[in-house]
Every structure is written in structure tokens, then in C-alpha cells.
């Protein structure tokens, strides 16, 4: 049997061959990404999508997560977390196969003006069906589709997140037509589903009559203007925030000062979030790193992404966990980064993230969390680790610097306060070497 045979065989039925039949497959020029687009062709239309409503599953989300990440992992890093996101990805829940047979088989005349109307209309069999249409979804398609659901904030935002993750999995897999399709088709999928577009109607009602839009421009405010917003995100009742939120947009702040307050308060979210929250509550950076790849000008894109920050809860400042300084001066690196969050010892590991930052060091404390991230089974936190360290990734270069601070030490405390099992990890590893 070839190697690519029995990869399609562990994707259709993974078993204990799963990471040597990985292996095997992903060696040689190009090889890497023919796994990979065999990969998402073959897993996206057996995952029983339905079953997982109104969440979505992550294993896909969680391979676009890694591929970001290349920048910042050794080869052998990688290879490791590209593996194990595979296996979470195959192992998610599966459809029958009668029914995973309708799904391949159907296709649609691949027409927005159809497509337009089964998002529309909330049906998303019929969605997918219609995406497989198109004979090559283009970057323009995937953006499309994103607009569709730019207001809808079901299951906190995870409809716009997924449009654009796709968009970019798509172009980091140099656009293939098959696998394109089923990444657009999953995309549709998704925008069909139940919509809810409360928070963009509550924003509406107060920017009635003005003409008002969000440009970006450069971060102009200073930190405790910020702050004083964070204030604002965090502690205030939805209908208090929203009026001085709105306020602020209708007075002309940009994009790029919105997006500092907004990861400032999220920032300090995380911070407070418990440790069975800490997954769910790093999604934020996910929802503002698609603002920030995106640049919305609708200022009620805006305020959902406040409303969404607000809604986690706020703890009491006395409580909330504060960074341990190096020992010593010029003590920080990557390396004790990396080590702290491994032994789930999150003070230190926010210290270390602290004084990385403030020494002009954000790359290289972003690259030791992104090394820390991938040595955890990502089935054990929906692969919520590497989504985040990949949306930090996406969001940094338009940060402020006290943004950027305050981001890689929420991150810092995330990863070390859920940590998981590496064991998985260390089975691919054994077949990855050499």
C-alpha cells in the first residue's frame, strides 16, 4: 500500500498507525502540503457538524492555529503540533457514514446569488451544497461569506473567526480547487446556522442617525486613556457600556486605539478568568485578531467586540494574580518563559512575559509560548492553547507597546493555568525524528 493510500485510510478510520502513516506521508518535497489538503478534504464533510450546535468543533480552526505559528517553531516543534492537531481533527465527532456520503456527493450550481439565499434562510445542508459549486472559491468568495455574517454573533463569533481562519487555511495550502471547496463549503455551512444578531441590534439603536465609521489610522492615545476605557469594558452593565462605547465611535476613535482598549480588557479578563474559564475566555483574542486582520469600518462590529469582552466576568483586583519578577536582573529569556509555563507556575511565567516585553523582546516571548502551546494535546482544551498564541500572533503588530505587554502576560497565565497531558505529543514525536 502507498504511503499516500494508507494516510486517506488513518483519515477515513484513525487507528494506533495514525502518526507513522503522518510521517511517511509528510516526508518528501511538496509532500507536507499534499497531507495537508488531503487532510481537510477528506475529514471536513465526515464531521458530524450538527451534533456540535450551536458550538463549532476546532480541529480545523486549531490547523490554520499551527500553520500560523510556523514563524515562531523549530521544524521538529511543528511537525509535533501538526501531527497531534491532525489527530484531534480525524478523532472529532464523526457523521454516519450513509449520511457523510450524501454530503460528498452533493453540489450546487455554485452561485452567490443562491448561496446568498440558503445563508439566508437558514439552511445550511443546502449552503454547503451550493459552495461545492464553485470551481475554485477564491479570497474575495471567503471575504464574501465573512461580510454575511459580520453581524451575527452566534456562538460569541465564532461565524466571522471561522470565515476568515478558512480563508487563510486556504491560502497557506496554495489554494487548492478540492480542498478549497470543502473549506468553503464549511464556511457556508456555519453562516447558514441559526443567527443572532442581538448585540449589533442594541448597537444600532444608538447610532441611529449618524453616519458614523471606524477608520484605522495609527494609536494616537495614551495608556491611561486606554485604561480608563478598560474600566468602561470591564466593569460596566451591557447598557451603560454600549452608550459610552458608542460615544467614543461617534466621536471618531480609530480602529487601532478601539483594538488597544479592547485586548487591554481582555487582557485583564484573562487574568480573572478561573481555570475551567480560561479556554473560553482566550477566545476574545480570536474575535479581536479577526478585527484586526479585517479593519471593519461598521462601528457595530465594534461594539459586539466590547459586548463580547463584557461578557465574561471581572474579579476583584486584590485577587487577581500579579507577575513575579526575575530574581535577577537580566534573568528573563524565552527559555524560563517556556519552562515556567511548562511547570504550570504562572506567576513566574507572567513575569517572565513581563520582562521579555518591556526589554523589546515580544517575538521572542510569543515564540516561547508558541513552544509550550504545541507540547499539550490540544483534544484537552479544544485546541483553545494554540488559537490563542495564534491570535496574539495576528494581533501584536498593532498593538501599543503597553498593549502588547499586558497581552503576552494574559497569555502567559493562560497557558500555565491549563496545562494538559504532553503524551501525545511525544508519540508523533518518535515517528517524526530525522
Known amino acids: 500500500m502507498s504511503s499516500e493510500a494508507r494516510w486517506q485510510q488513518e483519515l477515513e478510520a484513525p487507528t494506533e498507525g495514525f502518526f507513522a502513516a503522518f510521517a511517511e506521508r509528510a516526508a518528501g518535497p511538496e509532500a507536507l502540503r499534499d497531507a495537508l489538503r488531503e487532510a481537510v478534504k477528506m475529514i471536513i464533510p465526515r464531521i458530524d457538524w450538527e451534533a456540535y450546535q450551536p458550538h463549532v468543533p476546532h480541529g480545523i480552526m486549531g490547523l490554520r492555529a499551527v500553520l500560523r505559528l510556523r514563524e515562531f517553531l523549530d521544524e521538529r516543534s511543528f511537525m509535533r503540533a501538526l501531527a497531534v492537531q491532525l489527530h484531534m481533527a480525524a478523532h472529532e465527532g464523526r457523521r454516519s457514514e450513509q449520511v457523510a456520503a450524501q454530503v460528498m456527493g452533493a453540489k450546487g450550481s455554485g452561485q452567490w446569488r443562491n448561496l446568498e439565499a440558503f445563508v439566508t434562510a437558514r439552511k445550511p445542508g443546502l449552503a454547503f451544497a451550493e459552495a461545492q459549486g464553485f470551481d475554485l472559491p477564491t479570497a474575495e468568495d471567503f471575504q464574501r461569506l465573512a461580510h454575511l455574517c459580520d453581524l451575527d454573533m452566534a456562538n460569541v463569533g465564532h461565524k466571522a473567526v471561522l470565515c476568515g481562519d478558512l480563508a487563510d487555511l486556504h491560502e497557506r495550502l496554495e489554494r487548492p480547487r478540492a480542498t478549497g471547496r470543502r473549506l468553503f463549503g464549511l464556511a457556508a455551512w456555519v453562516a447558514a446556522t441559526t443567527e443572532d444578531t442581538f448585540w449589533a441590534r442594541r448597537a444600532a439603536k444608538r447610532l441611529a442617525g449618524s453616519e458614523t465609521m471606524v477608520a484605522w489610522g495609527e494609536s494616537t492615545l495614551s495608556g491611561a486613556a486606554h485604561q480608563a476605557q478598560v474600566r468602561d469594558i470591564c466593569d460596566l452593565g451591557l447598557v451603560t457600556l454600549l452608550d459610552r462605547f458608542t460615544d467614543l465611535l461617534k466621536q471618531g476613535q480609530g480602529g487601532a486605539d478601539t483594538l488597544a482598549a479592547l485586548t487591554l480588557a481582555a487582557?485583564?479578563?484573562?487574568?480573572?478568568?478561573?481555570?475551567?474559564?480560561?479556554?473560553?475566555?482566550?477566545?476574545?483574542?480570536?474575535?479581536?485578531?479577526?478585527?484586526?486582520?479585517?479593519?471593519?469600518?461598521?462601528?457595530?462590529?465594534?461594539?459586539?467586540?466590547?459586548?463580547?469582552?463584557?461578557?465574561?466576568?471581572?474579579?476583584?483586583?486584590?485577587?487577581?494574580?500579579?507577575?513575579?519578577?526575575?530574581?535577577?536582573?537580566?534573568?528573563?529569556?524565552?527559555?524560563?518563559?517556556?519552562?515556567?509555563?511548562?511547570?504550570?507556575?504562572?506567576?513566574?511565567?507572567?513575569?517572565?512575559?513581563?520582562?521579555?516585553?518591556?526589554?523589546?523582546?515580544?517575538?521572542?516571548?510569543?515564540?516561547?509560548?508558541?513552544?509550550?502551546?504545541?507540547?499539550?494535546?490540544?483534544?484537552?482544551?479544544?485546541?483553545?492553547?494554540?488559537?490563542?498564541?495564534?491570535?496574539?500572533?495576528?494581533?501584536?503588530?498593532?498593538?501599543?507597546?503597553?498593549a502588547q505587554e499586558a497581552l503576552l502576560v494574559a497569555l502567559a497565565k493562560n497557558l500555565a493555568n491549563s496545562q494538559g497531558s504532553g503524551d501525545l505529543g511525544q508519540r508523533a514525536a518518535k515517528h517524526l525524528k530525522g
Open 267 to 402: 487582557a485583564e479578563k484573562q487574568l480573572d478568568a478561573r481555570r475551567d474559564l480560561e479556554g473560553k475566555t482566550a477566545w476574545t483574542f480570536a474575535y479581536l485578531a479577526h478585527l484586526a486582520r479585517s479593519r471593519p469600518t461598521d462601528p457595530r462590529i465594534w461594539c459586539q467586540a466590547a459586548a463580547l469582552v463584557n461578557l465574561f466576568p471581572t474579579g476583584e483586583t486584590e485577587e487577581r494574580p500579579q507577575p513575579a519578577k526575575p530574581r535577577e536582573t537580566g534573568a528573563a529569556s524565552p527559555e524560563a518563559l517556556r519552562e515556567a509555563v511548562l511547570d504550570m507556575e504562572l506567576l513566574a511565567a507572567m513575569g517572565q512575559a513581563q520582562s521579555l516585553a518591556r526589554e523589546g523582546r515580544a517575538s521572542a516571548a510569543l515564540a516561547a509560548l508558541a513552544e509550550a502551546a504545541t507540547q499539550n494535546d490540544p483534544t484537552f482544551n479544544h485546541a483553545h492553547q494554540v488559537i490563542a498564541v495564534a491570535a496574539a500572533a495576528d494581533l501584536l503588530p498593532h498593538l501599543p507597546a503597553h
